[in-house]
């Protein structure tokens, strides 16, 4: 594993606790917030951190927003349980990855079903 790759599971592990724990943002406090990927570029000046709400559709920007207020509280405590001479810049997006997939799933279930209605 490099430790591009190293960097990018650690801030996903830390990322989750931080977001599960300690952001008091109304947008963001009390959701079902998943970090799904974090990709650190190659300088590590900056991290794309990819985010799924769960149960919270239609919120995504509200909560987007709650998080970029709160990226310098984040950092310092990312700088506190990962040690890196810099912190890179965090950039949330949205990863719609998991309600697609949802989407898709509840389909072939009524495909399914409308197929055993019709024997």
Known sequence: MSRIERINAELQK???????????DPRVAG????VTDVEVDSDLTLA?????????EGSEQSILD????????????????IKLRNMPALRFKYD???????????IIDEINSGEKNKD
């Open 66 to 81: 709650g998080l970029d207020s709160a990226q310098g509280y984040i950092k310092s405590c990312l700088k506190s349980k």
């Open 48 to 56: 794309q951190i990819y985010i799924s709400v769960l149960g919270g």
């Open 14 to 24: 830390q990322l989750s606790i931080v977001l599960r724990d300690g952001i008091n």
């Open 31 to 34: 959701k079902m917030i998943c």
């Open 96 to 106: 719609n990855s998991i309600s697609y997939g949802q989407k898709i799933d509840k």
